[in-house]
């Protein structure tokens, strides 16, 4: 017997209860801004931001705008795009803000991945990145459009 494959096609849309936290980050992004939060007790930095401490259990406190650069944890090729992503191949990065305590998950785009070649020499471990923000911002994660890599003096990589 031969497996089989069948299209499927979902289009859903539904409205989100962002609540306090997420929205005020949500806006912070309009204002091409950064939002993250800290835990009172043991300081550490969220971004995204939470209500709650992960570790402490306790409310989050202090808001702090980061910078929009920062640094590829861990990243996953995507060979092939999809509606509203950006033109593959293109890396999908867990980023270290500076400053944060958290990863931030985001499209890393001006990457030349080769396929013949090992995809950690076009994106190495420790690489540095930068937001780049959306012409037109909406209060969505997608007003950051993607993040680009950058050298030691924060000038932009040519891919």
């Not at 835990?39 to 570790?55: G, H, I, K, L």
């Not at 293109?90 to 396929?115: C, E, K, N, Q």
Request: glycine share 8%; net charge negative; proline share 8%.
């Amino acid at each position: 017997m031969t497996a089989r494959t069948q299209a499927v096609h979902w289009d859903l849309h539904y409205d989100i209860h962002l609540g306090a936290t997420w929205s005020r980050f949500m806006e912070g992004l309009q204002e091409q801004k950064i939002l993250g939060n800290s835990c009172p007790d043991c300081d550490r930095v969220f971004v995204p931001p939470q209500a709650y401490c992960e570790s402490c259990f306790v409310p989050t406190g202090e808001w702090v705008e980061l910078p929009t650069e920062g640094t590829v944890e861990v990243f996953t090729v995507a060979w092939h795009g999809f509606r509203g992503s950006p033109e593959p191949p293109y890396a999908v990065g867990a980023i270290r803000l500076d400053g944060a305590s958290t990863l931030l998950m985001h499209w890393v785009v001006g990457v030349d991945f080769d396929p013949s070649k090992d995809v950690r020499e076009a994106l190495p471990f420790g690489t540095r990145v930068r937001a780049q923000w959306s012409p037109e911002r909406t209060g969505q994660i997608l007003d950051i459009a993607h993040f680009v890599p950058v050298d030691d003096e924060g000038t932009v990589q040519a891919s």
